[in-house]
């Protein structure tokens, strides 16, 4: 959230954005389009390198007090959480909303709000959902293996990929350094052409792609799939068997 909240306020507030010819004014997205992927990814990554089980399920005492002893299952206490969730996550989207607006956004605020909505949406999704699968594998060993197979099949193509892309960045950032912020935008930019990149970045292209269209037709094209994430990583977390009670309480 750090990260993401320097970037945006560096490339959006501090930093001039372009003017097309007709005098309206538009967000330089090239340089904040590109960042917000990268931070999109980094806070994807965090989720699976960083031991979150305990803090990704917490429940307020009261909750644990009321919904624990109730005849809920465990598919509904996970929905519960990701009903609750939407609270903040709305409070958030109308926030960074209001924020947008001063960087020239060309959508009308409902759009943006969707998009942003969509945004935090699938971010809260993946850390609850990669919290989940370690967790099952720490309980359940082989059989937990066995269950998130496609999980970690995907996850190990992305490793595989994020390796080649840093093997290709890194004689070219020996050669030439790391100076400015603007060189390093420049190697990312030209590091995303790169198949391995593309698969990488697959994921976080389409949650930041909403934000970042300038007409209504470019949105539609970008939310649906945007949405579509979102939907199959609810599933994917509702689906989840894990025996998270334990955690929650602690």
């Known amino acids: 959230a750090l990260l993401l909240g320097i970037g945006y306020f560096w490339f959006v507030l501090f930093r001039p954005g372009a003017t097309p010819s007709d005098g309206t004014p538009r967000l330089a997205t090239s340089g904040v389009e590109t960042t917000a992927m990268i931070l999109a990814l980094v806070v994807m990554l965090g989720a699976w390198a960083f031991k979150t089980e305990r803090t990704a399920l917490a429940f307020l005492p009261a909750e644990v007090h009321f919904l624990f002893p109730g005849p809920l299952t465990r598919r509904g ?98 050669a030439t350094g790391l100076e400015n912020g603007r060189q390093v935008l420049r190697l990312l930019r030209e590091a995303q052409s790169t198949r391995a990149a593309a698969v990488v970045l697959f994921l976080p292209r389409l949650v930041v792609a909403p934000m970042f269209s300038h007409s209504v037709r470019d949105w539609l094209f970008a939310i649906g799939p945007a949405v579509g994430v979102a939907v199959l990583q609810a599933v994917w977390v509702i689906r989840s068997d894990v025996a998270f009670e334990d955690a929650a309480v602690t």
């Open 77 to 174: 206490l996970v929905g519960y959480k990701l009903f609750r969730s939407q609270i903040v996550i709305l409070i958030n989207a109308l926030i960074w909303t209001f924020f947008l607006r001063r960087g020239g956004a060309t959508l009308e605020w409902p759009l943006r709000l969707i998009a942003t909505w969509s945004f935090f949406s699938n971010l809260s999704l993946h850390r609850l959902g990669a919290a989940l699968v370690r967790t099952s594998l720490v309980e359940h060993g082989r059989v937990g293996v066995r269950k998130n197979l496609p999980v970690i099949a995907v996850g190990s193509v992305v490793i595989v990929a994020l390796g080649l892309v840093f093997a290709q960045l890194l004689p070219e950032i020996r």
